[in-house]
């Protein structure tokens, strides 16, 4: 069902998959306690089981709720958050291991965009992904989300983009793993 961001927040998302935009690309996600909403984000990307997903939060509040050690990518979190930039760091038992595919890490991010953030702000951090299947490239016009609204239960309505995916640091191996619109090292 397309909704706009009003109605969203009404809603209560227990194990809903919603679409939205992000400040890079359209995004796919569910609130991070739900195996279930993590389930259908794998069978709706044709995603192996063993690529994990990464978690957007709001602040920096959220992101030292599901993680240790925070402090190992501080700099790089008050530099360029909100922003394009993910970063790899410990995960707490908060963060289940049907996101991060048992890996005892987890990516996160705080997107830039305000309806993004306005998500993440009332539902909290949010397992999240490109929305593509995994052998294609990211959505970045809102027409293109409208070819998954049978295998979602919400697409947030919003603008075209014009972005590419965020870059990711690994803050514990001190290591660039994919270069994005902030470059690093």
Not at 89 to 109: A, E, F, H, Q, W
Not at 114 to 132: R, Y
Request: aromatic share 8%; proline share 4%; hydrophobic share 40%.
């Amino acid at each position: 069902m397309i909704i706009s961001l009003e109605k969203l927040l009404e809603k209560d998302l227990k194990d809903e998959v919603i679409v939205f935009q992000t400040d890079t690309v359209y995004g796919v996600g569910c609130i991070i306690n739900s195996e279930v909403g993590v389930n259908k984000i794998y069978e709706l990307k044709k995603r192996e089981k063993r690529n994990p997903l990464a978690v957007l939060c709001s602040s920096i509040s959220q992101v030292k709720e599901i993680v240790h050690n925070f402090e190992l990518g501080e700099q790089y979190a008050l530099s360029f958050w909100p922003g394009a930039l993910t970063l790899i760091y410990p995960k707490k038992d908060t963060v289940g291991d049907y996101i991060t595919s048992g890996l005892k890490t987890v990516g996160v991010r705080i997107p830039r965009d305000d309806i993004a953030l306005k998500i993440l702000e009332k539902f909290g951090p949010m397992a999240v992904t490109s929305l593509n299947l995994s052998s294609e490239p990211p959505i970045l016009k809102f027409e293109d989300t409208l070819k998954f609204k049978d295998e979602v239960d919400y697409i947030v309505k919003g603008s075209d983009l014009s972005s590419i995916s965020s870059a990711v640091y690994d803050v514990v191996n001190k290591k660039v793993l994919r270069q994005g619109t902030i470059k690093l090292g």
